[in-house]
């Protein structure tokens, strides 16, 4: 066959013809696949969000500690019929928070002869219920406060409130070795703790070598604390300098019942005869790698806290840490209509007795705020 220019030219118009064609209707039908996609997403998401569980309510309490149950009890007896979801396992820590991790507490008033962490919680959630509060054993997955009456949301319920008070609380960062769980061969609040100021006074502490593991103000502060009970304390720090500000270093470098451990870690925390309490540490110096036996009775974590708050979807302002900014003097948040009470929006104190005074705060406020939008004279459904 001869070569033709001309017909060759046909031929590969022609064909780039039915490339486009081809190329088109592969594109229209993956669109369409797509569309069809999405629609039955979409659809999905809108049959799950209908089977829901649709409640309304004047003020709805996330959170179950005595942030939360203060707060309730105050709603509840001005008859704001408040709805509160006191989480499963949230953050890993049964409903009622940090407090029923603990045993003995000792410093919250009105219980002279110290009362069980749990104990303690049970009471608060009883009271809650005596006034009217509906507590749901769910953890809130997300909130909608993008506008008003904001949505709240679990895995089976959707609730619509005009008040919202977010008490989920923050919760102690912990290390992980041998010994340091609760379980049956741990020593967790049987020697081993995350708060000096809540355990430390304790008579199994007392004049007793104790150490702190961290490098920040906050071990600073809980180790020169203990020396107030301890015969001695050790701060354990991985490095060999800390991160602490220059004024607490120096309060606990220049207090003489403090021995600061550099460049250490703890690999194992052992007991003590048959008391089944803590008796001692081995801790390793990471530079020469010589494991060393430190016998002490009590061991305190102060390594942080991190606060309850992804679930808020950054629709709160927090701050560097992820604590919920509020206004001082208030519990109101960036959002009107919102409220933050206990230990999400608290970095310093963090106590029950003071989580429980801005779980008041936060009632107060919200039952002043639905006063102003003229909404307390409505009823729940």
Known sequence: MSFCPK????????????????TTASSAATAASLSSFSSSSSSAAAAAMEDLQKMKTRVCIIGSGPAGHTAAIYAARAELKPILFEGWMANDIAPGGQLTTTTDVENFPGFPEGILGMELMDRCRNQSLRFGTQIFTETVTKVDFSAHPFKVFTDSKA?????????TGAVAKRLSFSGSGDGPNGFWNRGISACAVCDGAAPIFRNKPLAVIGGGDSAMEEANFLTKYGSKVYIIHRRDTFRASKIMQNRATSNPKIEVLWNSVVEEAYGEGERGVLGGLKVKNVVTGEVSDLKVSGLFFAIGHEPATKFLDGQLE????????????TTHTS??????????QDKKYR???????????AALDAEHYLQEIGSQGGKSD
């Open 335 to 344: 959002v009107r209509g919102v409220f933050a009470a206990g230990d999400v």
């Open 318 to 329: 927090l701050d560097s840490d992820g604590y919920v900014v509020t206004k001082p003097g």
């Open 7 to 22: 017909r060759l030219t046909s031929l590969l118009h022609k064909a780039r013809s039915l490339l486009g064609l081809a």
């Open 159 to 167: 609730v619509v409130a005009d008040a919202v008070i977010v008490a």
């Open 351 to 361: 106590q029950a007795v003071s989580a429980a005074g801005t779980g008041c705060m």
